[in-house]
T-cell receptor
Framework: TQLLEQSPQFLSIQEGENLTVYCNSSSVFSSLQWYRQEPGEGPVLLVTVVTGGEVKKLKRLTFQFGDARKDSSLHITAAQPGDTGLYLCAVDSTTDSWGKLQFGAGTQVVVTP | EPEVTQTPSHQVTQMGQEVILRCVPISNHLYFYWYRQILGQKVEFLVSFYNNEISEKSEIFDDQFSVERPDGSNFTLKIRSTKLEDSAMYFC??????????????FGPGTRLTVT
């Protein structure tokens, strides 16, 4: 079972600052997904990255997949209070899986006005 | 925008009782999943379902659990005899197969199951 490590566990910043969170593993993945989860709600899909070195942008969010497809980062520019949430990375946990996602523990981001 | 829906939002049951959690996946999706999240812990895979049968299941998904797609729209998770440790948020998800993009899963809002 691949272990996904997310860092930091918790991040508190002021509105307008930038932040980066990381998702790392020793295993190679065919694809990786980022989700955001609010308390008491389901994870909301933000992006899927597939190609090593790929960069995807979603408004102020920039996602990068590592060249070796073992790690990924999420960068938020000029964070706003609405960006507060638990950011989760997830991967298909086996090469022949039918979408059995393994989740990291998440990074809790708090953006204060 | 299409979304996954789940009912009920909160279910309270006594230990030993049967519960059925319901989900309506996104209409053109063919792959369906159940996950659970115990308070303060990671989201954990329970089972995947395709073409009217289970594709994969985790160790958590023992004989007390079953899934069914009783009609063209609903997808259910049944726990036959609930235990205290079954208390958790249960999430349904659905996806289509994207080839190299894998299975891009969309999650429902969850059912909070409380076993007393």
């Amino acid at each position: 079972t691949q272990l996904l490590e997310q860092s930091p566990q918790f991040l508190s910043i002021q509105e307008g600052e930038n932040l980066t969170v990381y998702c790392n593993s020793s295993s190679v993945f065919s694809s990786l997904q980022w989700y955001r989860q609010e308390p008491g709600e389901g994870p909301v899909l933000l992006v899927t990255v597939v190609t090593g070195g790929e960069v995807k942008k979603l408004k102020r969010l920039t996602f990068q997949f590592g060249d070796a497809r073992k790690d990924s980062s999420l960068h938020i520019t000029a964070a706003q209070p609405g960006d507060t949430g638990l950011y989760l990375c997830a991967v298909d946990s086996t090469t022949d899986s039918w979408g059995k996602l393994q989740f990291g523990a998440g990074t809790q981001v708090v953006v204060t006005p | 925008e299409p979304e996954v829906t789940q009912t009920p939002s909160h279910q309270v049951t006594q230990m030993g009782q049967e519960v059925i959690l319901r989900c309506v996946p996104i209409s053109n999706h063919l792959y369906f999943y159940w996950y659970r999240q115990i308070l303060g812990q990671k989201v954990e895979f329970l089972v995947s379902f395709y073409n009217n049968e289970i594709s994969e299941k985790s160790e958590i998904f023992d004989d007390q659990f079953s899934v069914e797609r009783p009609d063209g729209s609903n997808f259910t998770l049944k726990i036959r005899s609930t235990k205290l440790e079954d208390s958790a948020m249960y999430f349904c998800a659905s996806s289509e197969y994207l080839g190299t993009g894998g299975y891009e899963q969309y999650f429902g809002p969850g059912t909070r199951l409380t076993v007393t």
